[in-house]
């Protein structure tokens, strides 16, 4: 960590907090290649520090931690932790690979979490932070301390607690608004308070971590900016517990658009966020809204004649960031179904996946040209949708082969099913069902035997217009574990079987990893 006497005082920290506060949103759930993936997307695009998971919090949490710190070079890799010695010793054995590496130690300070969660008294708290602090610069020289609540804490108290964390050792103090409780003016006001008062208060980066239960997460982190915070928690899409966090994306493009007022800058390349946001969609089933700010699918729509007639004469009548600027642009490369490998390998270039393995680019490509033989137009979310679909898949042990449906008012709707299992194409199976998707399910079922409950059923349109491709996104949960599968395609029924044959095989993954993971390489 670049200590605060040689860091840029205008440069904002970004710290992204998508795989650990993100994946704490109900119904969200990573698994590793999943994290690792968006690991790599958010290091690509110049986000300062990771936060990868809570490692003691499950075996799980552990490798995600370790490995993103295996992974990633450029971005500081965090890992959290409660203020007792297990937790710290913990992230820190599963940071032992990172390249640069943080512990973030948290404790609450107001008085509703110390007395009724904690059950400690504030010298208790005081105690801890300076003991488990301390604790935690013997593994690492770059140390986060969080007071949990601290927008509902007493600010004499709080002061004595963050001059204590810094004294102990804390390069970075967090002052979450964890229950989303603070309004704008208000946090701003208790980050001055602390930085005039806290004697050591320029001895450490002052960081903001807002949740959106009143809608005004964004709104916090940036005044939080103006009072001198200079690191920002958040996720891609706003994801997090509860309401949510701030979104990665709102923060840096109001930083960026409104440089002439805030004077600040952030290190990210915001080209990159189209792809993070869709990525993090993609993985998690949690779509955007289309109203959503800078990523929503109508954040650069221009829907009225008034508009269109001034965006024609001009486009900052109405934009006041570029689509171009979060990533959005007009395609170099029109793909059709006269597009060969070459075109198409190129087209991967430009959306940012060349890194796919060369089998799942075979699978992809097949199944591009499969598409464009059934769909006239074929745009860069068709070919974005089945490279999703397809990564990540090349461990599947069970395979979807081919799908034949009856539907229709004349029933009975039936389905019938063509898997492959551990590479042997399995005899065709007939299910009935009421309604299409229900026997498709019930087929499923039939081929696969299995006792995962079905949670959330979700399509979403690729694109506009009734050839369409259906992403969709199946949720199971066996014994308190769940996943998400997704699937595309032209066919609502095939993306639906693919999506839930994905998220079988996710099950199947995690149901192997019940015994502990490995403490050491
Ligand atoms: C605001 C946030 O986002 S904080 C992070 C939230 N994330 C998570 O909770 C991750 C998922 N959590 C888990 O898997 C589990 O809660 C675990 C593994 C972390 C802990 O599990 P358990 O040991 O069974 O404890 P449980 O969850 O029941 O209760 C939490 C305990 O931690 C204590 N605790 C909470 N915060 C802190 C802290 N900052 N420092 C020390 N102790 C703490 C609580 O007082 C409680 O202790 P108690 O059992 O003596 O009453
Ligand atoms: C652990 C802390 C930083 C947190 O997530 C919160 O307070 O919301």
């Known amino acids: 960590m670049t200590s605060t006497a040689t860091r840029d005082p205008n440069q904002v920290i970004i710290f992204d907090t998508t795989l650990r506060d993100g994946e704490q949103a109900p119904g969200c759930s ?34 995600a931690v370790r490995e993103v710190g295996r992974l990633v070079k450029n971005s500081i890799v965090a890992g959290l932790a409660r203020t007792n010695r297990a937790d710290i010793e913990r992230a820190a054995e599963a940071l032992q690979f990172a390249e640069r590496r943080r512990i973030h130690t948290f404790i609450s300070t107001s008085p509703v979490h110390m007395r009724h969660m904690l059950k400690m008294t504030e010298e208790e708290v005081l105690a801890r932070t300076v003991e488990y602090v301390s604790l935690a610069r013997n593994h690492t020289d770059d140390v986060e301390w969080s007071a949990q609540d601290a927008s509902r804490s007493d600010i004499d108290f709080l002061c004595r607690c963050v001059e204590a964390a ?15 409780y603070a ?60 309401a949510g966090n701030a979104s990665m994306e709102e923060v840096v493009m109001a930083i960026r658009t409104r440089h002439d007022l805030m004077k600040v800058h952030t290190g990210i390349k915001t080209e990159n966020i189209t792809r993070a946001s869709r990525l993090v969609s993609t993985i998690t089933g949690f779509q955007v809204q289309p109203n959503k700010a800078i990523v929503g699918a109508n ?71 499969d598409l464009a033989d059934r769909k006239k137009d074929i745009y860069d979310e068709d070919v974005i949708a089945i490279l999703d679909d397809e990564a990540g898949r090349q461990h599947d042990r069970i395979r979807f082969l081919a799908l034949h449906v009856v539907a229709g008012s004349r029933g009975p709707q039936h389905a019938v099913l063509e898997l492959e299992v551990d590479g042997k194409p ?34 979403h349109a690729v694109t506009a217009g009734t050839d369409a491709q259906a992403e969709v996104t199946v949720r199971l949960e066996e014994q308190g574990k769940t996943v998400n599968g997704q699937g595309a395609d032209a066919d609502t029924l095939v993306a639906s079987a693919r999506a839930y044959v994905h998220a079988l095989n996710k099950l199947l993954t995690k149901r192997l990893k019940t015994a502990p993971v490995a403490l050491s390489a």
Do not use: W
């Open 426 to 459: 399995i005899p065709p199976v007939v299910a009935f069902g009421n309604g299409p998707v229900d026997a498709v399910f019930n087929a499923l079922k039939l081929a696969f035997p299995h006792e995962a409950r079905l949670q959330l059923y979700q399509v």
């Open 299 to 369: 954040a650069f729509a221009h829907e009225s004649g008034i508009h269109q007639d001034g965006m024609l004469k001009h486009a900052e009548t109405y934009e006041i960031m570029t689509p171009e600027s979060v990533g959005l642009h007009r395609s170099s490369l029109v793909m059709g179904k006269h597009s060969g490998r070459a075109a198409f390998r190129a087209k991967l270039k430009e959306l940012g996946y060349e890194d796919m393995g060369e089998n799942a680019i075979n699978d992809a490509f097949g199944r591009f040209k």
């Open 183 to 242: 309004m704008p003016q208000e946090y701003a006001a208790l980050f001055r308070t602390l930085i005039e008062r806290v004697p050591n208060s320029d001895k450490a980066v002052f960081s903001a971590h807002c949740h959106n239960d009143l809608g005004v997460a964004v709104a916090n982190s940036l005044a939080a900016i103006g009072a001198g915070a200079r690191q920002i928690e958040c996720t891609i899409n706003g994801l997090g517990e509860r």
């Open 30 to 63: 990573m698994n590793l290649e999943e994290k690792l993936r968006i690991a790599t997307v958010l290091e690509e695009m110049g986000v300062d520090v990771i936060e990868a998971g809570f490692p003691i919090a499950s075996n799980g949490d552990f490798e």
């Open 166 to 180: 810094i004294k102990a050792g804390a390069t970075t103090i967090n002052i979450p608004d964890t229950v989303g």
